[in-house]
């Protein structure tokens, strides 16, 4: 194979590999903004969250609880850490936003980036603010598989199968479910949809959980590649905010599809300018913002 | 004036005053209709009778008095609870057809709400025009057939009362024919109907009784009897 068509196919896998970050994160605060038309900044650090209690399962309950034998490992964790971030969530929407829906958006943008710096805050107090590895990446998973043109780590080939299956169920979930089909008529007219007889608060509270949930569990899958730090959700989420821009605000295609190219176009920039890789994706969003101010797969103009 | 009382209502309302935001809208309307029956609500826009049916749906900030349906009292009910607990079907003043949902999606959403609903073929048969476009998204359907579907939608939840908002506003003649078809066929069903009309020939051959309704509040009752004995009456609260 061309050393050339070589490099790129592996820096590609390897953008992929980020981008699977970038779709699960801006898939989940498009569910999130479609519906409650709320700018979830605490996002990054929801995200942030999920790590930790991966982290915190596998290291530190054991010793908190006396049990040095216990390691509640990855796989559990890849469950139990969602659901913990989406209760978490839940509790967020329940007794803090729910009280700012009638008021200017601004003000629910300005609580989610409260509770960043809170969580943050905690979290840098508490655990080393320069990252800790995950030490439960489970042996099924280690060692590297034979892609023909890179040797590429198991592991992370099981997280793009993996988010993909994720981000294309949420997708027909809401595109072509019933239940999809309440939470989009819910987006235009709540009013109405409660008159038909639905809990629209309660489905609202619920969507903002899986919304959030769908931030853990990228969280969790990020543990074993980056290390877990307080700071890894707010560098992040500078890059999901330029994906959702892009991808055009609340839409749940717009948010996978974009996520996952931008990723690609990323890692494939590394191969012609490493330097640019970084700034590519807000040039491409400055671009966007001028020529198609409600993203690629914006409906409104 | 009659006011004659029902020996068994299946809806009731006594006093009831709504207000959106610190604006009072319903200043103490009574009416009551009989299962079966069909009344409808008269007068100008802005009267208040939209709100009305609103009112009992649920979707004003603030609501007072009785709504008595079934002999059971809803004006405390959270609105989400008001459609299965009384087994209403609303059919709003701007049809309320979503645009991002497809038309057979449209059709199944509001939750089932009673038994001996009528089936999807029901429907289809009673609005053929509905069965061609099933596919087609809400947005692009005439105003006809969002009429059309806006009516099929509560019929398929097993609704017994339906509460139907200017459905006759700014439809072809032959269209409104057609609902005044439906509407003789649902009556002859046994539905419990309360018609919001603007349209009074289409209303008149349909209802048993007439509520006139001006400032938040029910100026007359005409009953279908006395309307050719009412009708200058009836135009002089029905002129603009």
Known sequence: ?301 | MSTQTLTKPMLKIEGLHAWYGESHVLHGINLELAEGQLITLLGRNGAGRSTTLRSIMGMVDRREGSILINREEFITKPAHRISPDARIGFCPEERGIFASLSVEENLMLPPTVGENAMSVEELFEMFPNLANVRKRMGTRLSGGEQQMLAIARILRTGARLLLLDEITEGLAPVIVKTLGRVIRDLKSRGYTIVLVEQNFRFAAPLADRHYVIEHGEVIDVIEAAEVEASMDRLNHYLSV
């Open chain 1, 1 to 301: 194979m061309d050393p050339m068509i070589r490099l790129i196919l592996a820096q590609g896998m390897l953008g992929l590999n980020n981008g699977v970050f970038y779709a699960m994160l801006s898939l989940g605060l498009a569910v999130i903004f479609g519906l409650l038309n709320v700018v979830n900044f605490a996002h990054g650090a929801l995200y942030m969250l999920g790590a930790f209690l991966a982290l915190i399962l596998y290291s530190n309950l054991g010793p908190w609880l006396g049990i040095d034998a216990l390691h509640i490992g990855f796989w559990p964790a890849l469950v139990l850490a969602p659901l913990m971030v989406a209760a978490f969530g839940m509790l967020i929407e329940r007794f803090l936003l729910r009280r700012l829906y009638k008021l200017d958006p601004i003000y629910s943008l300005l609580l989610t980036f409260g509770i960043t710096l809170v969580l943050q805050g905690v979290f840098i107090n508490f655990f080393n603010a320069s990252g800790t590895p995950y030490p439960g990446m489970p042996d099924s998973l280690k060692g590297v598989v034979n892609l023909g043109f890179m040797m590429f780590p198991k592991y992370r080939l099981f997280v793009i199968v993996f988010s993909i299956i994720v981000c294309f169920g949420t997708w027909f979930i809401i595109e072509r479910t019933h239940i999809g089909a309440r939470l989009r008529a819910g987006t235009e007219n709540p009013e109405l949809v409660k008159a038909f007889g639905i809990n629209v608060p309660l489905m609202v509270m619920l969507t903002f959980g899986f919304g959030t949930g769908l931030a853990g569990l990228a969280g969790v899958l990020a543990a074993p590649i980056y290390s877990v730090s307080p700071l890894m959700g707010a560098n992040l989420i500078i890059v999901i905010f330029a994906v959702v821009v892009i991808g055009g605000m609340g839409s749940i295609l717009g948010a996978v599809v974009t996520g996952f190219s931008l990723g690609l176009i990323e890692g494939i920039t590394k191969v012609f300018y490493a330097p640019a890789s970084n700034t590519v994706i807000f040039l491409l969003m400055v671009i966007v913002l001028l020529v198609r101010p409600q993203g690629l797969f914006g409906k409104h103009g």
